[in-house]
Nanobody
């Protein structure tokens, strides 16, 4: 049974940092890519960062390039999203997911709800 649980969200000032963690079970990062997505109120869900199987490659949305870093550890069964230089446009609920495919410029979110975590809230405010 696939499970993903996000943690690490919270309130941070503009310019601050947060480390989001996605603890997964029921699959292996050696076989399946993982992505981080976010959805702000009134906006569509968007991809933030993806990591390929075996953590060989990563990609990022243009809006977060140079500020966010995705990493994975299959021994610990975690995929982290290090967020730095947070901006007022970054607040959202952040989700991790076992994605269906990894591409050079993004990843394909899963159609199966069971392959999503429950999300963690990130708020950026002074």
């Amino acid at each position: 049974q696939v499970q993903l649980v996000e943690s690490g969200g919270g309130l941070v000032q503009p310019g601050g940092s947060l480390l989001l963690s996605c603890a997964y079970s029921g699959f292996s990062l050696d076989d399946d890519p993982v992505g981080w997505f976010r959805q702000a109120p009134g906006k569509e869900r968007e991809g933030v960062a993806c990591i390929s199987r075996s953590a060989i490659a990563t990609n990022y949305a243009d809006s977060v390039k140079g500020r966010f870093t995705i990493s994975g550890d299959n021994r610990k069964k975690t995929v982290n999203l290090q967020m730095t230089s947070l901006k007022p446009e970054d607040p959202a609920i952040y989700y991790c997911a076992k994605v269906s495919a990894f591409y050079a410029t993004g990843c394909l979110p899963p159609a199966t709800q069971a392959y999503w975590g429950q999300g963690t809230q990130v708020t950026v405010s002074s």
